[in-house]
């Protein structure tokens, strides 16, 4: 026996080296990466939840009530919710994010069902509720003109659980008409009451969340499982917990804080064998805590108040991805951002990012972090970021400069280019002792 | 100039290289198909590095990123599942042609025969060194579901191995 796993074991390991890494996909995955982390970053910085709140809320209709289920809302089928705002999906997308990748996907030619609302409605059943793909059976709501509703039942679970059953309700939250990937963004149990709570509530973190209802039918040897997800919903809950059903259940849940201002709230009725017979599932929005995942920025000693204040001020905007707001704070009579013959920054900005490149919401924050160093020119002070900008012979660095601009994402080899070329030429951003910002430029 | 007219950030470069190789392994042996555990990875990586990014405890990063890319091979796994139904016709991947390079070939045949949620038992329990408990948590099922998981894949590989 112990013979065989060692032997599997080893062939798992030798298998495993067969695949080896792509060098491009780390410019890819990081692009990815930073961009979620400066969007999730400047969304808390912002404190802007209230008017995604009502940016969000404001859209939606209201759909005719269901029987036995709580009222889910739905949005207009045009894409009036726009990316920005937190996103009203629960399954499969959570993020505008995932959105916009799942519909390159189908458009490339992957995953076809993905256009059809029954199938995607059929994947959340199988997903979610835990059914068997060939026992899921759909119905279209055929009095639904806005987005799509889709009844889903199993035969071979509660038999006596009325037609047509449990309704999913989905939109197409990006492209809408032939070729736009639907979402679901709300779902009504059959048999499942909620009290007081309703899609689009607005929570706090840390707020004790009585999830108060009952089940209508068939109570026997069912468990009501009550989970808040912060992501899909095949994840891990980020607060669960599971009660009898008698009488009615009322569990309380602590609301997690949410990396994206929305959370779902899933109640389950479920089967000893861990299938759900039905169940409810609505998008509630987190409201003011949101954490920042940008790192705040911290004073640094010796700074002029109006160095801190404009250094503070260009933070805040290079986060939260304003372009123009990071353009209105340059000294529009000195400012250098190109060497080249570029006369707007926002449109040489986005150039940079649309070449796949790191633009100043991604580099600035960071380079805000660095040390900085000083200038005397013209008997005044400039304070230059990263302080290697300041530097003439860079052939001098001490192991902690050098391991500063390391942690800049500067290499070794970077580094002797630099000292090759007598000066620093990576991004580096400049203020005057005044507060006026005159330079953010990289190379020569 | 230097070779770079834009920098990259520092830590999240750090957690990406230090991971990346194990991950994208790890995502193969869950999927058989290596631009599949391509795009898990990258997935997983943005989501895990996107949320985490202010965590504390780095040595906790690989255990947020296994979790992430396992779930994401079930949900793949899953998806699939559905469309087949759907579309009321099975297309199962047939194993690939060509000649047999011995057990490992045929480990290949067999990881890929069993259900997903057997072959992530047998590849956090076997590959990852996972204990059973570990493995439990990992996949989000409770111990005895893993213990019966993992044993019934067991019996079938080592059937496709010729080891009864």
Redesign the interface.
């Known amino acids: 026996m112990r013979g065989v796993e060692i032997k599997i074991r080893e062939l798992l390991r030798e298998l495993a080296g067969e695949v080896g890494l792509d060098p491009g996909l780390e410019g890819r995955t990081l692009r990815r990466a930073r961009r979620r982390r400066v969007r999730n970053g400047a969304l808390g910085a912002a404190g802007a939840l209230g008017m995604l709140v009502a940016a969000a809320v404001a859209t939606r209709a209201l759909l005719a009530p269901l029987p036995g289920g709580p009222s889910p809302r739905q949005a207009p089928s045009s894409p009036s919710v726009a990316p920005g705002a937190a996103f009203p999906g629960i399954y499969p997308q959570t993020s505008w994010e995932e959105l916009e990748r799942d519909q390159r996907a189908v458009d490339e030619g992957h995953h076809p069902l993905w256009t059809a609302p029954e199938a995607v409605a059929a994947e959340f059943a199988v997903a979610v509720l835990g059914w068997d793909p060939e026992d899921v059976v759909t119905e279209r709501n055929p009095r639904q003109d806005l987005g799509a509703g889709v009844y889903i039942s199993n035969p071979s679970l509660r038999p006596e659980l009325p037609e047509p059953g449990t309704q999913v309700q989905l939109e197409q939250l990006g492209r809408t008409g032939p070729g736009g990937i639907w979402t679901v963004t709300s779902v009504s149990g059959v048999g499942i009451v909620l009290e007081g709570i309703d899609a689009f509530q607005e929570v706090r973190p840390g707020q004790e969340l009585e999830v108060r209802g009952g089940l209508t039918l068939g109570t026997e040897a069912t468990a009501v499982e009550v989970s808040l997800f912060d992501g899909p919903l095949t994840g891990e809950p980020a607060a669960a917990t599971t009660v009898p059903d008698q009488a009615g259940f009322g569990p309380r849940l602590t609301v997690p804080p949410s990396a994206d201002g929305t959370l779902t709230l899933l109640v389950r009725a479920v089967e000893p064998d861990g299938r759900a017979w039905s169940a409810t599932a609505l998008p509630l929005l987190v409201a003011g805590a949101r954490e920042p995942a940008v790192p705040r920025l911290e004073p640094q000693a010796g700074l002029p108040e109006a160095v801190a204040a404009k250094r503070e001020a260009i933070f805040l905007a290079a986060a939260a991805g304003d372009l123009e707001g990071l353009a209105a704070l340059a000294d529009p009579a000195t400012f250098t951002f190109s060497y080249g013959a570029d006369r707007d920054p926002v449109r040489y900005w986005r150039a940079i990012e649309a070449a796949g490149g790191e633009g100043p919401a991604e580099v600035i924050p960071e380079l805000l972090h660095a040390p900085y160093g000083t200038l005397r020119s013209g008997g005044r002070t400039l304070y230059v970021w990263p302080f290697a900008a300041a530097m003439d012979d860079l052939s001098a660095l001490t192991p902690a400069q050098r391991q500063a601009l390391r942690a800049l994402g500067y290499t070794e080899r970077d580094i002797r280019s630099f000292v090759a070329a007598g000066g620093f030429l990576g991004w580096r951003l400049g203020i005057t002792e005044d507060g006026r910002w005159i330079f953010y430029v990289a190379g020569d | ?13 750090d957690l ?2 230090a991971h ?2 194990d991950a ?3 995502a ?2 869950l999927t058989g198909d ?1 631009h599949l ?2 795009d898990l ?2 997935e997983a ?3 895990v ?3 985490f ?2 965590l504390r405890d780095a040595g906790a990063f690989w255990w947020y990123l296994r ?2 890319i396992v ?1 994401r091979s ?2 793949h796994f ?2 699939k ?7 009321d016709r099975q297309r199962p991947d047939p194993p690939a042609d060509g000649p047999d390079l011995g ?2 070939d045929r ?2 045949r067999a ?1 890929a025969a069993l259900r997903p949620e057997q072959r992530a038992a ?2 956090l329990r ?2 990852e ?1 996972l204990s059973e408990a570990d493995t439990a948590e990992a996949l ?1 099922v409770p111990l005895g579901t893993v213990k019966s998981m993992v044993s019934r894949a ?1 019996d079938r ?2 059937d496709e ?1 010729g ?1 009864r």
């Open positions: 100039m230097a070779g770079r007219g834009v920098r990259a950030g520092g830590r999240i470069e990406y290289r990346v190789g994208l392994r790890l193969y042996l290596r555990a391509e990875v990258q990586f943005v989501r590095l996107g949320r990014a202010d979790r992430a779930n079930r949900s899953r998806r599942r559905v469309e087949r139904a759907w579309l057990d490992r480990l290949r990881l047998v590849v076997y590959y060194d989000g067991m590989l080592r191995l080891e």
